[in-house]
């Protein structure tokens, strides 16, 4: 039995301890960015806990959070980040070899499944923070007037470079 839960709890009895209630987001922005746990954009951006929304996906993807995005701006998280960032996951992997991972370790049956869902795989990060900022910038469902901003974060310095803004 995996000592995951067990886990948990304990480290949710120790933050429960000194639980402060968040605010409510105060910047009015929504950060979109990778699951990577090597990103941490309050830390990254200067924000305190709780001060914008933040969207997680395998590489920080605008069309994989596209829907919870529609669903931040109707809670006015109105203006978006999209921060990617250096040796990210998406740029070593292939729709083809995450097929070939679900077939290996799953059966045929479930490698089928893969073919229903686009990974957004990139090899350009500055290239791809263009595209999800653009993406964005000319889909109907995001709110007039959204200024979305793109930025690629290092993980090598820990420094975020500026690459558009909508």
């Avoid at 995996?2 to 105060?26: D, G, W």
């Avoid at 919870?68 to 070593?92: E, Y």
């Avoid at 869902?117 to 653009?134: A, N, Q, T």
């Avoid at 974060?153 to 500026?162: A, N, P, R």
Wanted: charged share 20%.
């Amino acid at each position: 039995m995996s000592t995951v839960p067990q886990s948990i709890l304990q480290a949710n009895e120790k933050y429960a301890a000194s639980f402060a209630k968040p605010s409510i987001p105060r910047k009015n922005f929504l950060v979109v960015t990778c699951l990577d746990p090597r990103i941490q954009p309050y830390e990254q951006m200067g924000l305190q806990f709780g001060e914008c929304g933040v969207l997680r996906n395998a590489g920080g993807t605008a069309p994989n959070a596209l829907p919870n995005i529609i669903v931040a701006q109707n809670f006015g998280l109105r203006d978006i980040a999209i921060v990617h960032h250096t040796d990210c996951g998406l740029t070593h992997i292939t729709h083809q070899l995450i097929r070939d991972a679900v077939q290996e370790a799953n059966g045929a049956e479930a490698a089928k499944t893969v073919d229903q869902f686009e990974f957004h795989e990139f090899k350009d990060v500055p290239g791809s923070v263009k595209r999800d900022v653009e993406y964005l910038a000319r889909h109907p469902a995001i709110r007039k007037g959204t200024q979305i901003t793109g930025w690629v974060y290092d993980v090598e310095t820990g420094k975020v470079e500026d690459v558009v803004v909508s």
